[in-house]
């Protein structure tokens, strides 16, 4: 008996999937469909490193959703883990799956992202030197010494494949998915990431991997491999029977040449019509296998159809959370400030494209945006010089206010729609792999993105009120900084939900395109007892109009007086004046701010919401 038979025998883990179809509803015709695997048959073994092979397009890494059980909607067939239809949430629990771009954040270093990775995944139980055990296990493992104390967007491909099959390693899974491991490494360093997955499988666990197109030296890790072409299997089985399967059914592999190439020739005619022998030869196999699944599991139970009218519990695909709700808001917190320091204090680096999109995003959204608020009011300074008290000026002192909320508004909304971009997949992967819940995450997303919200409006305010000489008062200063603060906040949800719930191209035009029109009914552009009637209902459910408004009572109302005129003649001398030409009479800024309130309370339902919605969207 081979070491590997020993060790599937210790382990005793065998997946086997028969009839397994997956079918695609298109989103242009919701009638038509596409069949992306077909009756599909094989078999994993605990033990060995299987290798799913194909042309481009022939459903490898739908085959291995399907079987990781990310994918449900629309899936039909028999799954069962040693002879027992595969229980969801107990599969998500020992299995886990490392995606092509495992998206990590780029700020903490190779320790820390293991410590995070241990702390919410471990039992809470677990000693903290027992979780120091198994870090240095998995650091000496997968050779990650030499980089444990650097940042993650600094340590090489490899490194960053290795840490993420690190991450993975933490809680020690029976099974383990990976999608194009190797991808973006050169021949080097993919044997060396498929050496340490093959010693992975050799220690006894069920190791699967979609490979594109691997040499032969890399084919050689192999112990057994799945071919698929157009959606069927054309071979499952050890990597010694393929090629004298292929034989049998009437294609000879030439002497000296890679295998690998050879099935993914074979696979890939325009049509499986040649293969038809294969994928019987494989189906019959399975036949045969099948007659014992009978004997254990009754059809009925073992048969998974989940068409897209029924809905997926998503709490069904992750496992449970495996320390308490304190824990992780605690970590989640404090993961979000290192970065977010890190973040502001790191100095920008040559991008590369890579580099670009995953970390100089976060830098604009975090050093920038603090760069670019004292800046900016030092130039408002300039330009409104001490304008706040003449009365002469008074329509450009309006003016000044109107571009303070605008700025404030934009430069808060924009960059947190980047924020996303990096947030967002890191969010789904740890979520779905059952490391916090969504009320964890919520919350710390909400406490820890404040400070950020605090600190930009309040240094803009801070600098633009004194410079532009606005009344030289602590209640409408405070005033004002209120109105600023939630401007900001506003700016800050409208960017995120948008950012979370589209792509960064089509979020970056909605946000402007949605706002500018609320702009218009701001009370700035045009009075709005002059708005036509129908139109000034819009005026209630523009945020603009109470930021505004707030703002405009808190300069001029509460009694302001008269302004110092230097000029002969200063029509709007009068503050009152102002205000009741401007149509925005009543010391009312408590209703102001109680509007704004009620939008803040309304964009941080949807804020919930629309994470709720990307959980079922990543289905
Ligand atoms: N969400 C989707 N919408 C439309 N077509 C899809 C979707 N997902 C998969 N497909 C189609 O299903 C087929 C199989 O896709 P899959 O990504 O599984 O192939 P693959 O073998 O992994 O390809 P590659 O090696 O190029 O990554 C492809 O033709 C693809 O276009």
């Known amino acids: 008996m081979t070491d590997n038979a020993t060790q599937r025998e210790k382990n005793g883990l065998e997946l086997r999937f028969s009839e397994l179809c997956y079918q695609l509803k298109s989103g242009t015709n919701s009638k038509a469909s596409n069949l992306i695997l077909k009756d599909t048959c094989g078999e994993l073994r605990a033990g060995c490193l299987t290798a799913i092979m194909g042309p481009s397009g022939a459903g490898k890494s739908s085959l291995l959703n399907v079987l990781a059980g990310f994918k449900l909607k629309g899936v039909s067939g028999h799954i069962l883990l040693n002879g027992q239809p595969r229980e969801l949430q107990a599969f998500r629990k020992m299995s886990s799956y490392i995606a092509q771009n495992h998206v990590m954040l780029s700020l903490l270093t ?42 993650v967007r600094d340590i090489s491909g490899g490194e960053h494949k290795r840490l993420s099959i690190g991450i993975e390693l933490i809680t020690n899974p029976p099974i383990m998915f990976f999608d194009e491991p190797t991808s973006g490494l050169d021949s080097v360093a993919s044997y060396q990431v498929m050496c340490y997955l093959q010693k992975l499988a050799h220690d006894g666990r069920i190791v699967v991997c979609v490979v594109h197109q691997p040499s032969s030296r890399l084919m050689q890790l192999f112990d057994d491999i799945l071919v698929l072409a157009h959606g069927e299997v054309l071979y499952s089985g050890t990597q010694q029977e393929m090629l004298p399967s292929f034989h049998a059914a009437g294609f000879s ?27 019987e030869q494989n189906k019959l196999k399975f036949m045969q296998t099948k007659s014992t699944f009978k004997l254990i599991v009754d059809e009925q139970t073992a048969l998974i ?7 997926a519990d998503t709490e069904l695909l992750r496992p449970k959370e495996q320390v308490g709700f304190g824990c992780q808001l605690r970590v989640l ?36 945006r603090v760069f670019m608020h004292v800046l900016i009011a030092l130039l408002l300074g300039l330009v409104y010089w001490q304008i706040g008290n003449d009365a002469n000026k008074i329509v450009s002192n309006t003016s000044c206010l109107f571009f303070i909320i605008l700025f ?20 789904l992967r740890e979520y779905y792999n059952g490391w916090y819940s969504l009320r964890a995450y919520y919350i710390s997303k909400l406490l820890a993105d404040m400070p950020l919200q605090f600190i930009c409006p309040t240094l803009f305010i801070g600098i633009g009120y004194f410079m532009t000489g606005q ?3 602590l209640e409408r200063f405070v005033m004002c900084w209120s109105i600023c603060i939630l401007t900001g906040i506003i700016g800050h949800f409208i960017g995120v939900i948008s950012g979370s719930l589209f792509k960064m191209q089509l979020a970056i035009f909605l946000v402007p395109a949605i706002s500018i029109p609320f702009l218009l009914f701001s009370g700035f552009f045009i009075r709005l007892n002059e708005l036509s009637w129908f139109l000034r209902p819009i005026c209630d459910i523009s945020f603009f109009r109470y930021i505004f408004e707030g703002l405009i009572r808190c300069i001029y109302g509460y009694n302001r007086g008269d302004m110092a005129c230097y000029a002969d003649f200063c029509y709007y001398k009068s503050s009152e004046k102002f205000v009741k030409d401007f149509g925005m009479t009543g010391d009312n800024f408590s209703d102001d701010l109680f509007a704004l309130l009620i939008f803040l309370l309304l964009l941080l339902i949807a804020f919930y919401l629309t994470l709720h919605s990307c959980i079922k969207r990543a289905l």
């Open 471 to 473: 009344p030289p008062q």
């Open 408 to 427: 404030i508004f934009s430069g808060n909304a924009m960059p947190s729609i980047l924020l996303c971009m990096q947030d967002m997949p890191v969010f």
């Open 333 to 368: 917190m404090q993961r979000h400030l290192v970065t977010m320091a890190r973040d502001f204090v790191s100095s920008y680096r040559p991008a590369l494209a890579l580099d670009l999109i995953l970390n100089s995003y976060t830098q604009i959204a975090v050093q920038a």
């Open 253 to 279: 592999c030439p002497q000296y040449y890679n295998p690998g190439d050879f099935v993914l020739e074979v696979g890939s005619e325009s049509s499986n019509q040649r293969c038809e022998s294969l994928i």
């Open 110 to 151: 190779v320790e820390e992202t293991l410590r995070v990775s241990a702390t919410l995944k471990l039992p809470s139980d677990t000693s903290s030197e027992a979780k120091q055990k198994i870090l240095e296990d998995i650091l000496d493992v997968l050779s990650l010494h030499s980089c444990r104390q650097t940042l």
């Open 305 to 311: 159809h989940m068409d897209s009218s029924s809905s």
